[in-house]
């Protein structure tokens, strides 16, 4: 979204022109890039706002204005599939991001250990996934499931979140390991731990601003998912996102309004979290959230990571 | 036979410590060395090699370290003492050679299991925990019942003057702060040996000064042995019992800091320990050296190489009358420092470097007088200030020796 646009530019951000050329300049594309700007942001925020005008509408129609209510969300949580779908999602979301968490924690001290040849090389298969779409992913987790005879259904949709989401939980993960005094490992085992004891002790303390941005994202990241999803979930259980969709293909319904509004506050909300953890704190983390910023903003534009 | 008498020389001074290969091959065996001084060896290291892919870092160093002594590794940045210490604190496995600690070998103990603590080159304080909690660190570690634990803490930061501090964030901590919560936090687990590796390397002179004194306080207190790691000579000669001097990966020399000072064995100490004037020299017989074709008397009888290094320091040199018996020359510069004045006197194509109270105004005419106790006869290595023919073949043949003493 609009974050990690803003994000992007400031990382590639070059030497500053000196006063003397930069004012002329400036002045000169001032209205052009102006009317370029709210364009943008007239493309990417207009339906969104039309949108969560619409779920307070009275009126079922999406060009008239029938007063404000409230009764499509109301509706919304009395409607059994909703609340069903909702249940998935929040288990999908929190267990995923628990296990893909800990994966990360766990993957990342390893990566972090290996001589740094090899720590490269995995680096570079951990952000393999970042610029793989979607669609190849989700498909190819299918055909994994459908090659083991796997029943597609929970277990499969938690497995697939999980699979996506490792990665996202190791680039937020290492760049706070690689920023930490190598000789506080030392200092640990110095003081009497056992390098198990120095990981517990110091290690993952000095690096859980990482770790609980890395939760963060990953929920935020398995809730939002739609594409892998959609051909990891089956046909028994149902995400937000999937009843969304459903529900869109069906009729117009403005219970979808209320939906994608809720969702999209709720993902919207977590996305400034990160971004607030990541930016005030420490720039450096930002690697790992540009890319996850990226993934979400997919739907806009696909981009290559560059790097 | 020279080197025999040499050496025999060095032994009365009871100071030096290279031992003979054949020697601590005996030691290996669980047994505690212990010298003429009747003091034990906590700490021995024979034939230390260590390479980082083609760089070698460490070159066959061999020394021991007593019990309850302070001992300085000098060196200029990156000869290898951090190495040193990290073999010793076990962070770094050496490519060969052996180190015992109390007769035991050290080697493959994992670096948790060793009885000794590091105040590491740049603190590496645990910034998620408070004064108080890194210092208890060690002992929470060790399961020490929590009223131990907080007595000695409380114990250990008035020791470093921080009584008060114990809450505070590390972060909220001065430089000078900081270094005194890294050494309590690694003297309250009072090891057999502290490393320190720079410990006053971030702190401006006047806090060095004052911290240099308490840390040899707190050395004699505690009776702990001090493995102290610095590149600041003056640091090194104020504060240790012992000095090793290393060079490029290789000890240069090891001694009593008045005997490294006094009895520099090559040029590179005698220039890194303290300013002096290195120059050429002959020497035929015993007791004479031939300095810029002048006879000289000297205490040092001759070497077998003819070509030595004659290393006179400043504050030795006399600035008298000339005369025909003397260096003869004239005064280029002289700078007024406080205690003395630094002049530059142009005698036989040398620049002569002179520490003296009486001053010489600039262009006057000199004699540089100095005593035979004042010269110093050193045999050419490759640290000399003009490489001679006999230059590689010297510089060989003085760290042959080196295993040769005691
Ligand atoms: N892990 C390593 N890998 C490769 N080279 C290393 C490593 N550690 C040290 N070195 C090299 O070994 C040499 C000696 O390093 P060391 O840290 O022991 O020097 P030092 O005497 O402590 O220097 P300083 O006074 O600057 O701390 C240096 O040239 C350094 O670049
Ligand atoms: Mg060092």
């Known amino acids: ?307 | 036979m020279e080197n025999i008498e040499k050496a025999d020389q060095l032994k009365k001074n009871n100071r030096v410590r290279l031992l003979t290969r054949e020697r601590s091959k005996t030691a290996m065996i669980g047994t505690q060395l212990s010298d003429k001084t009747g003091q034990s060896h906590i700490i021995e290291l024979v034939g230390v090699n260590k390479s980082f892919g083609e760089v070698q870092v460490m070159r066959d160093i061999t020394f021991y370290i007593r019990s309850n002594e302070f001992l300085t590794l000098l060196g200029p940045s990156g000869c290898g003492k951090t190495t040193t210490l990290r073999v010793l604190g076990g962070f770094e496995q050496p490519d060969s050679g052996t180190v015992t600690f109390e007769g035991h070998d050290l080697l493959p103990i994992p670096p948790h299991e060793r009885e000794l603590n590091t105040v590491f080159q740049r603190y590496a304080l645990f910034p998620h925990l408070d004064v108080a909690e890194n210092v208890a660190f060690g002992l929470q570690i060790k399961k020490l019942p929590q009223g131990e634990i907080d007595s000695r803490v409380s114990q250990m930061l008035s020791l470093v003057k921080l009584d008060g501090y114990g809450a505070r964030a590390i972060d909220q901590l001065s430089g000078g702060q900081m270094q005194r919560v890294a050494i309590a936090r690694a003297l309250v687990n009072l090891p057999k040996v502290l490393l320190l590796d720079e410990p006053l390397g971030a702190l401006d002179l006047k806090m060095r000064k004052e911290m240099q004194i308490e840390l040899k306080q707190m050395q004699r207190e505690l009776g702990i042995t001090f493995v102290y790691v610095t590149h600041d000579q003056e640091e090194a000669l104020t504060m240790s019992d012992s000095v090793i001097v290393m060079n490029e990966g290789a000890i240069q020399q090891i001694g009593r800091p008045i005997d490294i000072y006094n009895e520099p064995r090559n040029a590179f100490v005698a220039d890194f320990i303290g300013e002096s004037n290195i120059i050429n020299g002959r020497m035929h017989e015993d007791f004479r050296v031939l300095i810029c074709d002048k006879w000289f008397p000297c205490v040092d009888r001759r070497h077998e190489n003819e070509e030595v290094d004659v290393v006179i320091r400043p504050e030795d040199i006399d600035l008298v009358k000339p005369a025909d018996n003397l260096l003869n020359g004239i005064v280029t510069s002289a700078t007024f420092k406080g205690v003395h004045y630094e002049m530059i006197v142009e005698a036989c194509d040398l620049e002569w470097l002179v520490h003296s109270t009486d001053h010489k105004a600039e262009g006057s005419e000199v004699g540089l007088s100095f005593g035979p106790d004042d010269v110093h006869i050193m045999v050419k290595s490759a640290f000399s200030p003009m490489r001679g023919k006999s230059d590689q073949d010297s510089a060989s043949h003085e760290s042959e020796r080196g295993a040769d003493y005691e």
């Not at chain 1, 000095?206 to 990241?221: D, H, K, M, Q, S």
């Not at chain 1, 709720?266 to 790992?288: C, D, E, P, Q, Y």
């Open chain 1, 1 to 307: 979204m609009v974050m990690n646009t803003r994000s992007g530019i400031n990382e590639k951000k070059e030497t500053p022109p000196t006063k003397a050329n930069a004012m002329p300049l400036r002045k000169r594309g001032g209205t052009v890039s102006n009317i370029y700007l709210a364009l943008i942001f007239i493309f990417l925020y207009a339906p969104i706002v039309v949108l969560i005008i619409n779920s307070f509408n009275a009126a079922k129609s999406r060009v008239v204005w029938g007063g404000f209510t409230l009764d499509w969300y109301r509706k919304l949580f009395q409607n059994a599939d909703i609340i069903d779908a909702l249940r998935t999602t929040i288990i999908v979301a929190v267990l995923s991001a628990v296990i893909a968490t800990l994966a990360g924690v766990l993957s990342s001290v390893g990566i972090y250990a290996l001589p740094k040849r090899f720590r490269r090389i995995m680096m570079q298969i951990t952000n393999i996934p970042n610029i793989t779409p979607d669609l190849v992913t989700g498909i190819s987790l299918m055909l994994l499931f459908y090659f083991l005879r796997a029943q597609t259904g929970f277990v499969t949709l938690l497995l697939a979140h999980i699979a996506f989401n490792i990665p996202f939980a190791i680039l937020s993960i290492m760049p706070k390991l690689r920023q930490m005094d190598m000789s506080l490992y030392e200092a640990a085992q110095d003081l009497g731990c056992t390098p198990a004891q120095a990981v517990r002790k110091v290690l993952i303390p000095e690096i859980r601003p990482g770790i609980v941005t890395a939760f963060i994202l990953t929920l935020t990241l398995s809730i939002d998912d739609f594409v892998i999803s959609y051909f990891t979930a089956g046909n028994q259980v149902t995400t937000l996102a999937l009843t969304i969709y459903s529900m869109a293909r069906k009729s117009v319904n403005p219970q979808i309004n209320a939906l994608s509004t809720l969702m999209f506050m709720t993902v919207f909300i977590l996305l400034i979290i990160i971004n607030m953890r990541t930016s005030s704190k420490n720039r450096i983390a930002h690697n790992g959230v540009i890319s996850a910023d990226r993934k979400i903003g997919k739907r806009a534009f696909t981009t290559q990571r560059k790097e």
